[in-house]
């Protein structure tokens, strides 16, 4: 089983910055993809930034350029370096973690995918 927290959520100016981390318990990140994904009021979580067990990175066109995705798995974090924020980019941001294993369909292992609570980011003059 694994727990996420996610902190560093906050009160920010448009063109601030925010680092947001997640912290993983219960097994290591080194098994897993991890994934920061935001959620607006009234619409469905989407993907921001995800980065794979190799450190291979993908990114929302949204924060394409703002937005910067690392591990690191001795201390079992995930982090999100959030620049050039705007009022627009969705308040919540949540931390996902899946398990990968060599050979396995992604989607036969979506019981290994799990969730932090979330940390609010408040882009606002």
């Known amino acids: 089983q694994v727990q996420l927290v996610e902190s560093g959520g906050g009160l920010v100016q448009p063109g601030g910055s925010l680092r947001l981390s997640c912290t993983a318990s219960?097994?290591?990140?080194?098994?897993?993809?991890v994934g920061w994904y935001s959620q607006a009021p009234g619409k469905q979580r989407e993907l921001v930034a995800t980065?794979?067990?190799?450190?291979?990175?993908n990114y929302a066109d949204s924060v394409k350029g703002r937005f910067t995705i690392a591990r690191n798995n001795a201390k079992n974090m995930v982090y999100l370096q959030m620049n050039s924020l705007k009022p627009e980019d969705p308040a919540v941001y949540y931390c996902?973690?899946?398990?990968?294993?060599?050979?396995?369909?992604?989607?036969?292992?979506?019981?290994?995918?799990?969730w932090g609570q979330g940390t609010q980011v408040t882009v606002s003059s």
């Open positions: 996902n973690a899946r398990l990968e294993i060599p050979g396995r369909h992604p989607a036969s292992l979506a019981d290994y995918s799990y």
């Open positions: 219960g097994s290591s990140f080194s098994n897993y993809a």
């Open positions: 980065i794979t067990i190799g450190g291979s990175t």
